[in-house]
Nanobody
Framework: QVQLVESGGGLVQAGGSLRLSCVAS????????MGWYRQAPGRERELVAV???????NYADSVKGRFTISRDNANNKVWLQMNSLKPEDTALYYC???????????????????WGQGTLVAVSS
């Protein structure tokens, strides 16, 4: 069974920082891209940041210059360093993995997209 487990969410004052962590576990052969999405109440899930195996990154305009995504390919871990947090950053943050190559019995299987359960980030003004 493949799992994505996030940690590091919490309540912080505006201007503060948080660091989210995510680890993918299970019979994983490789993961193409890993990332973070978020969903605020009443809004659709949106991309926050994504990082490829080679280290290429893409950020939402709203977090550029404040958030930094990083990754440990060998251990299937991804982090999101969030600085200068704003109340509008309040959301449930989901870790994502894309293009997972996993072992399924005696076969290999490719999963396009896989999601964690989410960790809550709340920023007070």
């Amino acid at each position: 069974q493949v799992q994505l487990v996030e940690s590091g969410g919490g309540l912080v004052q505006a201007g503060g920082s948080l660091r989210l962590s995510c680890v993918a576990s299970g019979s994983i052969f490789s993961i193409n891209a890993m990332g973070w999405y978020r969903q605020a109440p009443g809004r659709e899930r949106e991309l926050v940041a994504v990082i490829s195996t080679g280290g290429s990154t893409n950020y939402a305009d709203s977090v550029k210059g404040r958030f930094t995504i990083s990754r440990d390919n060998a251990n299937n871990k991804v982090w999101l360093q969030m600085n200068s947090l704003k109340p509008e950053d309040t959301a449930l943050y989901y870790c994502s993995a894309h293009g997972l190559d996993i072992v399924a019995g005696i076969n290999r299987r490719l999963i396009d997209d896989f999601w964690g359960q989410g960790t809550l980030v709340a920023v007070s003004s």
